[in-house]
């Protein structure tokens, strides 16, 4: 059995961010990156982004802006972020 300190070719085998965080970095990094381009730089399929982009949206923490060809997303008014903000 493989140990989770052990290395694979492509770097550690756990990760401490999900694919979720990791989405939300690269969209709110740059809201015009191709989802494409967003699945090979974390490892994950295209498909797997744009579900992940859809959780995100509905959980408030992405807008979509745009239709068509040109959809982008940007960071949204996500209320768990705003109290935890305020209170913290």
């Known amino acids: ?3 989770m300190r052990e ?3 492509h770097g550690p085998a756990w990760t401490f ?3 979720h965080a990791r ?3 690269r969209v709110t990094a740059d ?3 191709p989802l494409r381009d967003i699945a090979e730089a974390i490892g994950i399929t295209e498909t797997a982004v744009q579900h992940i982009e859809d ?3 509905q959980a408030v923490y992405l807008r979509q ?3 068509d060809g040109s959809v982008y997303y940007e960071l949204g008014p996500c209320p768990r972020c705003v109290d935890t903000l ?3």
């Open 7 to 9: 290395n694979t070719e």
């Open 55 to 57: 959780d995100l949206c």
């Open 23 to 25: 989405v939300l970095a």
């Open 86 to 88: 305020s209170t913290g």
């Open 1 to 3: 059995m493989r140990s």
């Open 17 to 19: 961010l999900t694919h």
């Open 31 to 33: 809201a015009h990156t």
């Open 65 to 67: 802006v745009g239709q």
